[in-house]
């Protein structure tokens, strides 16, 4: 049996479901990239609050053990959260919502747990199980991926996280030319 592999395009649709599911039931808004729900050539339309995630390749991660079949590639995974300024008690707010996301990003995930170099692994798999590791390095800050608009405030939920990923790509991994 193969070691379990994940590509980014479904390391970012599981962080995108994962995010929806935890917070299904509140008017949120929930995109990847620049803008949110944008058409080409449409201004963008925000509406607080909302979460935006981002995630970048780093670098192979050469001190995971290779295994045939895949190679470990560290990503940087960010999350903006922002709110309007008009919110009441904004800045508490914002410090909750970035919390909650913060605690999320970190949080156990059954059956998560392995022991390596004698440390218990727990955090964040996205539903991907074993093609993905935990997340490290999880921080919060002020700041925002782009420039805010005007009336919105933002704080950055950001993690390092390895995700193993095929050696090849095949007839079903398309390529954007």
């Given at each position: 049996?193969?070691?379990?592999?994940?590509?980014?395009?479904?390391?970012?649709?599981?962080?995108?479901?994962?995010?929806?599911?935890?917070?299904?039931g509140l008017e949120l808004q929930?995109?990847?990239?620049?803008?949110?729900?944008?058409?080409?050539?449409?201004?963008?339309?925000?509406?607080?609050?909302?979460?935006?995630?981002?995630?970048?390749?780093?670098?192979?991660?050469?001190?995971?053990?290779?295994?045939?079949?895949?190679?470990?590639?560290?990503?940087?995974?960010?999350?903006?959260?922002?709110?309007?300024?008009?919110?009441?008690?904004?800045?508490?707010?914002?410090?909750?919502?970035?919390?909650?996301?913060?605690?999320?990003?970190?949080?156990?995930?059954?059956?998560?747990?392995?022991?390596?170099?004698?440390?218990?692994?727990?955090?964040?798999?996205?539903?991907?199980?074993?093609?993905?590791?935990?997340?490290?390095?999880?921080?919060?800050?002020?700041?925002?991926?782009?420039?805010?608009?005007?009336?919105?405030?933002?704080?950055?939920?950001?993690?390092?996280?390895?995700?193993?990923?095929?050696?090849?790509?095949?007839?079903?991994?398309?390529?954007?030319?």
């Amino acid at each position: 049996m193969s070691a379990p592999t994940v590509t980014a395009r479904e390391f970012i649709a599981a962080i995108l479901q994962t995010l929806r599911t935890h917070f299904s039931g509140l008017e949120l808004q929930i995109g990847y990239g620049e803008p949110i729900d944008l058409d080409l050539g449409a201004t963008p339309e925000y509406t607080a609050p909302w979460l935006l995630l981002d995630v970048t390749p780093g670098e192979v991660d050469a001190t995971v053990r290779r295994r045939p079949g895949r190679v470990a590639v560290s990503y940087t995974g960010l999350i903006q959260c922002a709110l309007s300024v008009r919110t009441e008690q904004m800045r508490i707010e914002l410090t909750e919502y970035a919390s909650n996301v913060l605690t999320l990003v970190s949080a156990w995930e059954a059956p998560g747990q392995r022991v390596r170099d004698g440390q218990l692994q727990t955090g964040q798999r996205w539903g991907l199980g074993a093609a993905v590791e935990p997340p490290s390095r999880i921080t919060c800050y002020p700041g925002a991926l782009n420039s805010l608009p005007h009336g919105h405030d933002a704080l950055l939920v950001e993690w390092e996280q390895t995700i193993y990923r095929p050696e090849r790509l095949t007839a079903n991994d398309p390529l954007i030319y």
